[in-house]
């Protein structure tokens, strides 16, 4: 398309922008001085003026919230049928590069090169974006404290349990992992320690929920050929 000799010009606008919205902690006003990130999407939907949009642009214009719409995605899909081991997979790949605090993910280039059609990325925003607008009323930076580094690599640690909870072949098992590790995304796109802090929690009690499930699913198989 017309991008292939505009991308490293756009790759680097965008990414300075990104730089300087989302670089490092803020103090107690960050809220105010901190874009929202359906702000930075509507930026990029407005500067669409490609055919193809690749991949590795829009992590780069999301910086360190790419984790958290990573995890929105993967988790939306961890809860559909047929495809919630491959969402687990995902989730688990990209939950370990922020438990050892990488600042971006990091994708295999086979995915991250990939280009999505621009038409197509822009239907999906403006789906997503007036339902994010409403979620960001509710969360937004909160107690930085407990959306730092060290809650942010439990974040990731508690992400990988989610992602393998996807995995377990027990029908709607898969529903509360998954909502679970929305909220943690929803935590991690605005930094917003309260949520964040429940999500922990609603993935901790998933997990254990998921192992109880498994162990039952065992037993009855068990006992049924036993």
Avoid: C, N
């Avoid at 059609?117 to 404290?145: F, I, T």
């Amino acid at each position: 398309g017309r991008d292939a000799d505009r991308p490293p010009a756009l790759v680097l606008f965008h990414v300075s922008r990104a730089v300087m919205a989302d670089a490092g902690p803020a103090p107690s006003g960050e809220s105010a001085l901190r874009p929202h990130t359906s702000v930075i999407l509507r930026d990029l939907l407005d500067d669409l003026d490609a055919e193809t949009v690749p991949l590795s642009l829009i992590l780069a214009e999301l910086r360190g919230r790419a984790y958290g719409a990573l995890s929105f995605v993967l988790a939306l899909a961890g809860m559909l049928p047929g495809i919630s081991f491959i969402a687990g997979a995902v989730l688990i790949a990209i939950a370990a590069q922020l438990v050892v605090a990488r600042p971006v993910p990091r994708l295999p280039r086979l995915i991250a090169d990939r280009h999505i059609p621009a038409r197509l990325l822009e239907k999906w925003l403006r789906r997503l974006l007036p339902w994010l607008e409403w979620v960001e009323k509710y969360v937004r930076p909160r107690v930085p404290l407990l959306s730092g580094a060290v809650m942010r690599s439990l974040s990731g640690l508690l992400l990988i349990f989610l992602g393998i909870a996807l995995f377990i072949p027990v029908p709607f098992s898969q529903l509360l992992p998954g909502i679970a590790a929305l909220v943690i995304s929803f935590a991690l796109l605005e930094r917003d320690g309260p949520v964040l802090l429940i999500g922990l929690v609603l993935g901790l009690a998933s997990t254990l929920l998921s192992i109880l499930m498994l162990i039952a699913t065992i037993r009855g198989v068990v006992q049924m050929f036993g």
